[in-house]
């Protein structure tokens, strides 16, 4: 609820800002999403398992098979962390 009012206060770009350069958030992605947000990707078995740390913004950081590698890059990064489901 609280996001909810503010962001009825926020402009588009502000609540598209929020965040960044502090947030981070992690997600599991299936192989045939890696393209969407990793054009630069090669062909990837669809049986991995991925994980893919972005910032606030949806800026993609990092795709690796090892989710524990995404929480050390994000630390390095200074961003705190959030995952997605």
Not at 20 to 37: F, L, N, Q
Not at 47 to 53: E, F, K
Not at 55 to 65: F, K, S, W
């Amino acid at each position: 609820m609280l996001l909810k009012e503010a962001s009825s206060r926020l402009t588009k770009s502000e609540l598209a800002h929020l965040g960044a350069g502090e947030v981070g958030y992690i997600r599991k992605m299936k192989s045939d999403e890696v393209s969407r947000c990793f054009p630069e990707a090669p062909e990837i078995d669809p049986t991995l398992d991925l994980w893919a740390l972005f910032a606030a913004d949806g800026t993609p950081i990092l795709l690796t098979d090892n989710r524990s590698s995404t929480f050390f890059k994000a630390a390095e990064d200074d961003l705190k962390t959030v995952s997605l489901h």
